[in-house]
């Protein structure tokens, strides 16, 4: 799947489809543990780029807000 790209701002949404994406695919960890371990790719992600401090704040928010939004759901789901 291709990365997010942080240059443009990134909404919650988009974030909490691109988690549950993840979360059904096959693959030998669990549903939190492949979410979790691509919110680590998005946050290293984000801050390996050069933005200014306003528009990070905003963009670990969204990504923030899409983890708990897909996390949710999947309970939810269960």
Do not use: H
């Amino acid at each position: 799947m291709k990365r997010l790209d942080y240059k443009k701002f990134v909404e919650p949404d988009i974030v909490y489809m691109r988690f549950l994406y993840i979360a059904k695919e096959e693959n030998n960890l669990g549903i939190r543990e492949r979410i979790e371990k691509e919110l680590a790719v998005m946050i290293d992600d984000l801050m390996s780029i050069n933005l200014d401090y306003n528009n990070i704040g905003k963009q670990v928010l969204a990504i923030w807000q899409g983890y708990w939004m897909a996390l949710t759901a999947l309970d939810a789901a269960n």
